[in-house]
């Protein structure tokens, strides 16, 4: 058993001013995604994109992550809650961010953007998929420091005990760092690999979406279901599940387009 290490959500606290390391979290995962796409966009010069091109696509990629991220987190998790206390929406700072959501803000952002500059969609979403996961490392960490999203009682050695009631005081998996490695660092890696060498158009945008969907659906098999949810079936199907299985789908969707059109264009 591991005792939580009590780490304080409010990295620099300057009275009037507080910056936590959950607003750290995500500072950081911008800006390394940035820097890794503008280092692969300077490299490779024949996938099109400009410095300033990527720099845009950031821009409209955070503004997704950030509006569908919260959004996705009052409608998908606590939608009573918020609807009897709307204005706690704008707040957060308090947590409460929905990668699913997120995902969705995303994929409306860079449609938006991929129209503004005659882009393909899928063009795009195959250049930035790949560091997505960078974000989600960074993420799940901050999870953690905030001790929320942990997981379900556990005896193993590496189990956790975390601060307050709700916790009930008792070993449970850290399943944010679950999340960090296979989400983050795993799904890093298979994606920067696998889109360093030119591949079908939707290729990686579709293992993006099939890797994240069985990494995040595994993980909930230890993860504590929303306490204001609880599971929808049984007592197995979480809400990350339902709203992970279809990117499961849609990901071999994209997978076998992406395969059919390569060996028809090459017929």
């Given at each position: 058993?591991?005792?939580?290490?009590?780490?304080?959500?409010?990295?620099?606290?300057?009275?009037?001013?507080?910056?936590?390391?959950?607003?750290?979290?995500?500072?950081?995962?911008?800006?390394?995604?940035?820097?890794?796409?503008?280092?692969?966009?300077?490299?490779?010069p024949?996938?099109?994109?400009?410095?300033?091109?990527?720099?845009?696509?950031?821009?409209?990629?955070?503004?997704?992550?950030?509006?569908?991220?919260?959004?996705?987190?009052?409608v998908?998790?606590?939608?009573?809650?918020?609807?009897?206390?709307?204005l706690?929406?704008?707040?957060?700072?308090?947590?409460?961010?929905?990668?699913?959501?997120?995902?969705?803000?995303?994929?409306?952002?860079?449609?938006?953007?991929?129209?503004?500059?005659?882009?393909?969609?899928?063009?795009?979403?195959?250049?930035?998929?790949?560091?997505?996961?960078?974000?989600?490392?960074?993420?799940?960490?901050?999870?953690?420091?905030?001790?929320?999203?942990?997981?379900?009682?556990?005896?193993?050695?590496?189990?956790?005990?975390?601060?307050?009631?709700?916790?009930?005081?008792?070993?449970?998996?850290?399943?944010?760092?679950?999340?960090?490695?296979?989400?983050?660092?795993v799904?890093?890696?298979?994606?920067?690999?696998?889109?360093?060498?030119?591949?079908?158009?939707?290729?990686?945008?579709?293992?993006?979406?099939?890797?994240?969907?069985?990494?995040?659906?595994?993980?909930?098999?230890?993860?504590?279901?929303?306490?204001?949810?609880?599971?929808?079936?049984?007592?197995?199907?979480?809400?990350?599940?339902?709203?992970?299985?279809?990117?499961?789908?849609?990901?071999?969707?994209?997978?076998?387009?992406?395969?059919?059109n390569?060996?028809?264009?090459?017929?």
């Open positions: 058993m591991l005792t939580y290490p009590e780490i304080d959500p409010v990295a620099i606290d300057l009275g009037v001013l507080q910056i936590r390391w959950y607003g750290i979290s995500y500072i950081c995962g911008i800006l390394l995604a940035w820097w890794l796409l503008r280092h692969r966009a300077l490299s490779k024949a996938l099109g994109w400009t410095a300033m091109q990527v720099s845009d696509l950031i821009y409209y990629g955070t503004l997704g992550v950030i509006i569908g991220g919260r959004l996705g987190s009052v998908f998790y606590n939608l009573p809650y918020y609807l009897d206390n709307p706690d929406i704008l707040k957060v700072w308090q947590g409460g961010m929905s990668f699913h959501g997120g995902l969705i803000g995303v994929f409306v952002a860079l449609w938006y953007y991929s129209h503004k500059i005659k882009r393909n969609l899928f063009v795009t979403t195959d250049f930035l998929v790949p560091v997505v996961p960078v974000g989600l490392f960074f993420g799940r960490i901050a999870n953690f420091i905030n001790a929320e999203l942990w997981g379900a009682p556990t005896t193993l050695p590496w189990g956790v005990v975390f601060p307050g009631v709700h916790s009930g005081g008792i070993p449970r998996h850290p399943s944010q760092l679950y999340e960090a490695l296979l989400e983050g660092l799904l890093f890696v298979i994606l920067w690999v696998y889109s360093s060498k030119p591949r079908p158009k939707m290729a990686v945008s579709g293992l993006f979406l099939l890797g994240y969907g069985v990494f995040r659906c595994g993980v909930e098999f230890v993860r504590e279901p929303d306490a204001n949810i609880g599971y929808l079936l049984g007592d197995w199907l979480t809400m990350g599940q339902v709203l992970s299985l279809p990117m499961i789908v849609i990901g071999l969707i994209l997978l076998s387009l992406a395969g059919y390569s060996k028809k264009k090459a017929e």
